[in-house]
């Protein structure tokens, strides 16, 4: 069983630019969010797909997006990169159900300088 | 709206001994899971043990378990025989029975001393 994967492990990018992260589930999940943990935080929610639609969104702007694929493999998008938005980005897959337990990927450390 | 609170930012314990970590939370939900991860240096968040609200009996894996107080809205992990390997960030988090989000605490680092 393949568990979560997230890529790249680490970003550098600066103020304005555009970053993309990728988040493969594991086998058998077909829901994927997408957590924020900044330094010292515990993570806050970005948001959640299920079958390639958005299905939950927490308090963040409308530069953050998503897609999810048909495979279940997840893309999270953020426009007009701030300073604020270094962080650590986790994924994390599940299978639709009551308990919806979550598991989650390596992450992505992104550095906005 | 749901709120997660830990109390207790640092904690320590000698290699083998017990350590309770302290979680609150505040629901007027009834159908709800609470969990405890646990954050390494690697940074993956790894499951350690989570409770229904609606069993009463508190749940159990191996060396962790956990006092789930519904009426108090108290949810403590306790670890036995801590292990070097137990040290970590520790997060307590909730999750209402129909929503998809969890909602976390700040969490309590944990230093086990040899």
């Known amino acids: 069983e393949t568990g979560v994967t997230q890529s790249p492990t680490h970003l550098i990018k600066t103020r304005g630019q555009q970053v993309t992260l990728r988040c493969s589930s594991q086998?058998?999940?077909?829901?994927v969010s997408w957590y924020q943990q900044a330094l010292g935080q515990g993570p806050q929610f970005i948001f959640q797909?299920?079958?390639?639609?958005?299905?939950g969104r927490g308090n963040f702007p409308p530069r953050f997006s998503g897609l999810q694929f048909p495979n279940y493999s997840s893309e999270l998008n953020v426009n007009a990169l701030e300073l604020d938005d270094s962080a650590l980005y986790l994924c994390?897959?599940?299978?639709?159900?009551?308990?919806?337990?979550?598991?989650f990927g390596p992450g992505t450390r992104l550095t906005v300088l | 709206a749901q709120t997660v609170t830990q109390s207790q930012p640092e904690m320590s314990v000698q290699e083998a001994e017990t350590v309770t970590l302290s979680c609150t939370y505040d629901?007027?939900?009834?159908?709800?899971?609470l969990f405890w991860y646990k954050q390494p240096p690697s940074r993956q968040m790894i499951l350690v043990i989570r409770?229904?609200?609606?069993k009463q009996q508190n749940a159990t894996e191996n060396r962790f378990s956990v006092n789930f107080q519904k009426a108090a809205k108290s949810f403590s992990l306790k670890i036995s025989d801590s292990q070097l390997g137990d040290a970590a960030m520790y997060f307590c988090?909730?999750?209402?029975?129909?929503?998809?989000?969890?909602?976390w605490g700040l969490g309590t680092s944990l230093a086990v001393n040899p």
């Open positions: 086998s058998g999940h077909n829901t």
């Open positions: 988090a909730y999750k209402e029975g129909n929503n998809r989000k969890l909602i």
């Open positions: 994390a897959s599940s299978s639709r159900g009551s308990v919806d337990e979550q598991f």
């Open positions: 629901t007027s939900e009834s159908d709800y899971y």
């Open positions: 797909y299920y079958r390639e639609e958005e299905n």
């Open positions: 409770q229904e609200a609606y």
